[in-house]
Structure formats: C-alpha cells, structure tokens
C-alpha cells in the first residue's frame, strides 16, 4: 500500500463542556497519536474524522479523498468511509464466532478493494486458535486483538484507534502491544491512534498531536514533540526522548548489542535483531546525568558527547535540560543545585551519562 | 342453541393468533425500534398509548373499538368508502381488535431487546461497511432473537387468550368469530360441562406448554443480554 498524502481535517464540535476546534495534518503510511488528558476531546475528534459524530462541521479528507465538505455540502456517510475503527471497549458482535466478527467488514467491500486479506490479519493480530470462539469466551486482549484485526481486514485507508489498550491491565497491553508494533512496520498503514499514556505515545507514534481543552496544542513528529520543553510532555518524572536507531553489532561475550543513532552509539542489553534492523530505544530524563568532563572509572557504558540546548525549570529544585546530540534530542532532569554548579548554559558542551535504555522495540 | 364442532373454534382462535401475531411483529418492529432510539418528547406518550391495553379492561377496548369501527366512527366510516363494508362482526374486525389488545406484549420486548443492543454495535457495524438496513438486518435482528421469541410466544397466548374484546366486536358466529374463550362460555352457559371441561383443560394445556417453551428457550436468552450489556 502506498503511503499517499494522509488525513487532513480541520474540524469543529460543540461539546457541553467544551469546544473541539481542530486542524491536522497527519502524514500517511505512519502512526499518529492524538495525545491529551481525559476530556481533552481526543475521542470526539477520532469520532468526527470517522463521521460518527453528526454535529461535527468542516472537511475531512484522506489520500486526497474528501469525506466531508461542509462549504459543499459534501458528507460521506461512515459505511462509505473506507475506514476502520478499534472502540476503547472491543465492539465485537456477540452473535457471530471469531471468524464471522473477522469476515463481516470484508464481505461488505468488493474484492477489488482489498488490500489486507483476513489471512494476513489473522497472522498478524495471532489469533488463528481463535476463529471458533464466540465472543464471550474470550480475554480482554484477546477481544481487542480480534477487533483490530477485524478494522484491519477491512483494508481501511486509515485505521482510527480509541484507546484500545485503555481498558487492560499491565499483562494484556504488554500482550497487544508488540502485535501493534508489527502492524506498523508490515502494513505501513495510516493509523491514528488516541492515547493518554506517554509510554504507549513513545512506543507506537511516528506523529504526534498533542490535545488541550479542544485544541491542537502541537503538532510534529514524536521524537521532536517529546523533548519540546514548552510542552507538557518533556517535564516531570515521566518524560523521555525517543531515538531511531539500528542495531551496528553484538558483543557476545558481555550480552551486549551496540545500537547507532544520529547522536553516537548506544551499548544495550543484547538483542536478538539483526545487523542492521531498526529499533526505538527511550531514554528517560532522569537516567541522564551530565558532567563537564568525560568522566573516568564510571561504571556507565553510554557516554555521550552533547551540547546544552536549552534549560527550563521543572518542578522544585529540578532542571530539565534539553541536549542535542547529532540532530537528535535528549532530556536530563537534575537537580537545580547540579545545574548552577556546572554553570549551564546554552551552547555549552557537556557529557551525558545514560545510566539506561529501554528498547521500545 | 346447537352445539357447534369445537374444531371449527378452535382453528379459528388458532387462525386468529396467527394472523394477529404476524401483523404485530410487522408492526411491531419499526415501532419498537422508533421507541428504544427515539429522543423525541413523543417516546413518553406512544409508549404509554402502546401498554395501555395491559391496564385496560377488555370491555373497555372493545367498546370503543366496536364504536370507531361501526356505521359512525371514523374507522367504520374509512372501511365504508373504501368499499370493505363494517368490521364488527367480522373475522378482519376480530384481527384489527387483537393487534391492539395484544400490541404491548409485542412491542415491549422488542423495545427491551432493541435498548440492549446499544448503539455502539450499530456504529461498530457502520465502520464496516454496514449500510444502517444492512445493519439492521445482520446486527440488530440476530441479536434481538430472545426478543423475537418472547414477543411471538407472548402476542400468540394473548390473543389465545383473549375474551371480552371479542365478545364485544366480533359476536358469536360459528366458523366466523366464535373463538375458543366464547365457546366455552357458550357451553358453560347451555349446561354443557363436559364440553366446556375438553376446550378449557386444552387451553391450560396449551397455556402451560407455551410457558414453559418460553421459560426454557429463554435463559440462553437472558444470559446473551446480559453479557451484551457488560461489554457495553
């Protein structure tokens, strides 16, 4: 599937307790999360691109193709829409088996335009041991993974997916989440995913769209978004740069992989990918510490060389700070004392300690 | 008074469940779904209107029905010019008098079927690719089985069942609109207790049977509802 030009939208909705006021411009073939706190308008905004939600105005178009048009009156109405959607809560019929559930929204588009065969989906979501089962027998992940799989063998032009790890615990998002990955690297769909747990965000979004009160606070790619410090995201405990890197070599005797990234190279826990192959990897703002020397007899593998980009007060007595590292960003939080003791500044040239990596896979 | 085969009353009252019971769930269907979607001020009164037969004495319906539908009320008067005569005192007039007797218990299981279906199937359906018939006949219907069995079993044993409005519209005729109930009030009335006994025991037979049958095939029913509304 090509990537085409993704969604563009620019929408408005009168809530009761609140305006949505919103224009995207999403890129397609990749994953975009609209990110933003309950009530933020995140669901209402995935419903009025679907055309579920009736008082929606403006114009919504994909790969070029208008849904809605309100200047021409235009309204495709959804079960035109070449689209598929994963509800926080698996909508699955409860009256058909697995099977039925998958082959329902494919029987209703002409094989010309199938693009994802059930097969493929099945494989994809692992649930072939499934397909006899009705759907009240099934696990919570389970019934979400066969939803997914249902949109996806729909072959939508963008899969809109509303918090559908919301409603599982640790173990079952933990069992969803590499089949999500998988889904973006084999189909290279278009999929907007709403979401209000950062790590989900690091872990699965190419784009990201940040929500507040109805409004488009910002928008870019993760990576940039993450680390943004006039933004939410890039403070408190919580926050972390996101890295593209590949995996360069293995050094079997220490169980060890070395990973490159724009900025240098990171030493992590050996992986079982190969030379070469694409991997995420999250540093979290508080396992970066900076020295003004490159330190010596340090027990910390990844040391990397970096500029201070900015500084902005996080909470008290803690700096974040912004580093730059070969076009890539990092975040260190330390503590306000640590900062004005090194004499930060913009522009200078510092070590960062990366104390540990997480491998998003 | 000759007594009359009862075999002729009881097809007839069997005819009659019959026809009564597959008109209302035509009926029944759009206005059960019009009553568990509707946000309209409306929803209040039709749904009062429509159980209104289940508080009403039977004598009560049948007056007024037999009124609306003779030579001078406004049905009477439409039936006239439309060249199809007077409904009291026929079979049809018998028919239209059940639809209404027996509305509720059609409509209202359907209505409690079609509120738990929820709209979120509905609009899970329409992401794919499901036109809002298609959905309806795929999704809604399917799930509203239980639904179906009860408000059939349940329009059928009522209009059975049925006497005064009957007795007030349709009269006594043999083959025509003598229906089991007046039969045996009939046979109570010449003396004629064996008789009476034969058609009475087979409606507490056929009552009980069709109570049971709804009883049994309706716990699966119950459960699925159940287990729509937890995954809501």
């Known amino acids: ?35 933003g706190v309950s009530g933020s308008g ?20 994909i790969n070029g193709e208008v849904w809605q048009d309100d200047a021409r009156q235009l309204f495709v109405p959804v079960h035109q829409r070449a689209l598929g959607y994963v509800f926080q809560d698996a909508q699955l019929f409860a009256h058909l088996n697995v099977a039925d559930n998958l082959a329902f ?45 249902r949109a996806l063998a729909s072959s939508p ?31 290279a769909m278009t999929v907007l995913y709403v979401s209000h747990a950062p790590d989900e965000v690091a ?38 740069a996101v890295l593209e890197a590949t995996i360069v ?45 490159h330190p010596s007899g340090t027990s910390i593998l990844n040391i990397l060389p970096v500029r201070v980009l900015a500084l902005s007060s996080d909470s008290p007595g803690q700096v974040m700070v912004q580093l730059g590292a070969g076009g890539c960003t990092l975040l260190a939080r330390i503590t306000e004392k640590s900062a004005q003791g090194l004499a930060l500044a913009p522009g200078l040239a510092v070590f960062a300690q990366i104390k540990g990596v997480a491998i998003l896979g | 008074m000759p007594t009359a085969s009862p075999w002729g009353a009881v ?53 007024y029905l037999l009124v609306t539908m003779g030579p001078h009320g406004a049905l009477g008067q439409l039936t006239q010019a439309l060249g199809l005569g007077l409904l009291p005192f026929t079979f049809a007039g018998l028919v239209v008098g059940s639809v209404i007797y027996s509305l509720p218990f059609v409509v209202q299981p359907l209505q409690n079927s079609f509120e738990a279906i929820g709209e979120q199937s509905l609009e ?66 010449a003396m004629e207790y064996a008789q009476a006994h034969g058609l009475a025991a087979g409606m507490v037979l056929f009552s009980f049977v069709v109570l049971l049958l709804l009883y049994t095939l309706n716990p699966t029913g119950r459960r699925q509802r159940r287990g729509a509304k937890v995954r809501q």
């Open chain 1, 157 to 187: 032009r963008i899969l809109l997916m509303d918090e559908p790890l919301a409603a599982l615990d640790a173990a079952r998002k933990a069992e969803i989440l590499p089949y999500l990955e998988q889904l973006h690297r084999e189909l």
């Open chain 1, 203 to 240: 872990r699965l979004a190419d784009h990201l769209v940040l929500l507040d009160l109805g409004k488009v606070l910002a928008s870019g790619p993760t990576a940039e978004l993450l680390t943004r410090l006039d933004l939410p995201l890039a403070h408190g405990d919580a926050a972390a």
């Open chain 2, 124 to 189: 899970a359906a329409a992401t794919l690719r499901a036109s809002p018939w298609d959905s309806f006949v795929n999704v809604v219907l399917p799930l509203a089985r239980p639904g179906y069995l009860t408000a059939c079993v349940m329009g059928f044993a009522h209009t059975v069942g049925e006497f005064g409005v009957v007795l007030m519209i349709g009269g006594n005729i043999p083959d025509k609109t003598r229906v089991v109930s007046i039969q045996i009030y009939d046979h109570v009335e």
């Open chain 2, 11 to 63: 097809a007839l009252t069997l005819q009659l469940a019959g026809l009564s019971t597959l008109i209302l769930l035509l009926l029944g269907t759009p206005l059960a779904w019009w009553l568990a979607r509707t946000r309209s001020w409306l929803k209040g009164p039709v749904g009062a209107l429509v159980a209104l037969p289940i508080v009403l004495p039977p004598t009560v319906l049948g007056f």
């Open chain 1, 249 to 293: 070599g293995h050094d079997a005797q220490y169980h060890l992989s070395v990973a490159r990234f724009a900025g240098g190279e990171l030493c992590i826990a050996r992986q079982s990918l190969a030379m070469g192959q694409a991997l995420r990897i999250r540093v979290q703002a508080r396992d970066v510490s900076l020295s003004l020397q």
């Open chain 1, 105 to 149: 929204g494919m029987q209703r588009v002409p094989p010309a335009q199938r693009r994802v065969s059930l097969d493929q989906a099945v494989a994809l979501l692992g649930i072939a041991h499934l397909m006899q089962r009705k759907p009240d027998t099934l696990s919570g992940g389970e019934r979400q993974r066969v939803c997914i799989a």
């Open chain 1, 42 to 61: 995140k669901t209402s905004c995935l419903r009025a691109i679907a055309g579920l939600e009736r008082g929606a105005r403006g114009t919504v178009s």
């Open chain 1, 1 to 35: 599937m090509s990537a085409g030009s993704g969604l563009q939208a620019r929408l408005q909705l009168d809530r009761a307790d609140f305006r949505l006021d919103v224009a995207l411009d999403l890129p397609g073939g990749q994953v975009s999360a609209l990110f």
